[in-house]
């Protein structure tokens, strides 16, 4: 099965820059790829994901990169702010068919510092 | 408001003392999911439905049942809870959508201590 590994594991980071979270993923079959945000006590919501056929995908402040060759996607988000403190979730699957079969990652703790 | 709810949201049994989480969705959603979530080990699947009637195991389904009898609930049971399974569970649901790629809407968690 599909197996998803997530870096780092925690940071810091000064409001303002930049934050970049890496995932790798080992079924070269996987064509979906979110990426879910947990704040503190709430279950995780989506953010933004990317399909197989999309290098890059964008939305405000948050961005997704995908390099089918290497199988890794990555989270970028920028000009952080407070509110970006959580966690991060990627995942990836390889079903077309619809159904819920995602494999996640094992977390980012982001935490924006003042 | 659409949700996804789960009850109770806290809860501390004993090792044996048989238990169920519920949830419930408002949304029509056909697929639903549990997941339980461990320091360092992230979300890992437990079981998954994908419609009334239809269930199958997840990633980590021992020590846990399922059932799926109306769309908008999929409980969890828990027949002889172990400290093992002492974790944050969370239930989720998805639309059937034409093209597969659907977003998962989860719930508030359920956080287990099992003694």
């Known amino acids: 099965g599909e197996n998803v590994e997530q870096h780092p594991s925690t940071l810091s980071v000064q409001e303002g820059d930049s934050a970049v979270i890496k995932c790798t993923y080992s079924?070269?079959?996987?064509?979906?790829f979110p990426w879910y945000k947990q704040e503190l006590g709430k279950g995780p919501q989506l953010i933004i994901d990317?399909?197989?056929?999309?290098g890059e995908k964008k939305d405000q402040r948050i961005a997704v990169t995908l390099n089918k060759t290497a199988k890794h996607f990555s989270l970028h988000i920028t000009e952080t702010q407070p509110e970006d403190s959580a966690v991060y979730f990627c995942?990836?699957?390889?079903?077309?068919?619809?159904?819920?079969?995602?494999?996640f990652g094992t977390g980012t703790q982001l935490k924006v510092e003042l | 408001e659409a949700q996804v709810t789960q009850n109770p949201r806290y809860l501390i049994t004993v090792t044996g003392k048989k238990l169920t989480v519920t949830c419930s969705q408002n949304?029509?959603?056909?697929?639903m999911s549990w997941y339980r979530q461990d320091p360092g080990l992230g979300l890992r699947q437990i079981y998954y439905?994908?419609?009334?009637?239809?269930?199958d195991k997840g990633d980590v389904p021992e020590g846990y049942k399922v059932s799926r009898k109306e769309k908008r609930n999929f409980p969890l049971i828990l027949e002889s809870p172990s400290p093992n399974q002492t974790s944050l569970y969370f239930c989720?649901?998805?639309?059937?959508?034409?093209?597969?790629?659907?977003?998962?809407?989860f719930g508030p968690g359920t956080r287990l201590t099992v003694l």
């Open positions: 989720a649901s998805s639309p059937r959508r034409r093209g597969g790629y659907n977003e998962q809407f």
């Open positions: 079924d070269s079959a996987s064509n979906y």
């Open positions: 990317i399909r197989s056929n999309v």
């Open positions: 995942a990836a699957t390889p079903y077309t068919g619809g159904g819920n079969k995602l494999t």
């Open positions: 949304m029509n959603h056909e697929y």
């Open positions: 439905s994908m419609n009334v009637e239809v269930t």
